[in-house]
């Protein structure tokens, strides 16, 4: 198998960034529900329910898991990297967001002409880490476990 046809044959890979994909997306129907306006620019922006970086991360552990086995140090080692991207997430750049809020404001009131506008929405809350913490083994595992591989979705379509 070549190198190429075996990235496309790396199940825990296609399905976790998937599992992403589809976090972004949910974006925007949560922001629908949240506000009734839709936004499909949301899909671009970081922060936000659910947090595409937990489905991201835990999808790809959860597969790891599964395929390894989960007494296997690689799932000891990306439960350890899931660990610190979520609190990242709901800590470290939650507050780099509060922070570059209070900054906004403090430059407006300042200076009415003030260009500084940086950018607010970078963290999660606690509570949308943990739904994009669910979303990702919920869209991996059974996508591993059904269907597996990109490389098998296209033998199927072809065949």
């Known amino acids: 198998m070549s190198e190429f046809s075996a990235f496309f ?3 825990v890979l296609f399905w976790s960034l998937l599992s992403c994909l589809l976090a972004q997306f949910f974006k925007i129907l949560f922001n629908f529900f949240s506000t009734g306006k839709i936004r499909f620019g949301i899909m671009f ?7 595409s970086h937990s489905a991201l991360i835990t999808g790809a552990t959860s597969g790891i898991g599964f ?12 439960i350890a990297i899931s660990l610190i991207v979520m609190y990242d997430a709901s800590g470290v750049r939650k507050s780099a967001g509060i922070q570059a809020a209070e900054i906004n ?38 996508g591993i476990v059904f269907i597996g591989s990109p490389l098998n979705i296209f033998n199927l379509i072809i065949n």
């Open 9 to 11: 044959d790396n199940s």
């Open 45 to 51: 922006e970081t922060g936000g329910m659910p947090s």
């Open 67 to 78: 395929q390894m086995g989960f007494n296997n140090p690689v799932f000891a080692l990306a």
């Open 105 to 142: 404001k403090l430059s407006k009131k300042l200076d009415t002409k003030s260009q500084v506008d940086l950018k607010e929405t970078l963290g999660h809350t606690k509570f949308e880490v943990f739904v994009g913490s669910l979303l990702g083994p919920l869209i991996t595992l059974p």
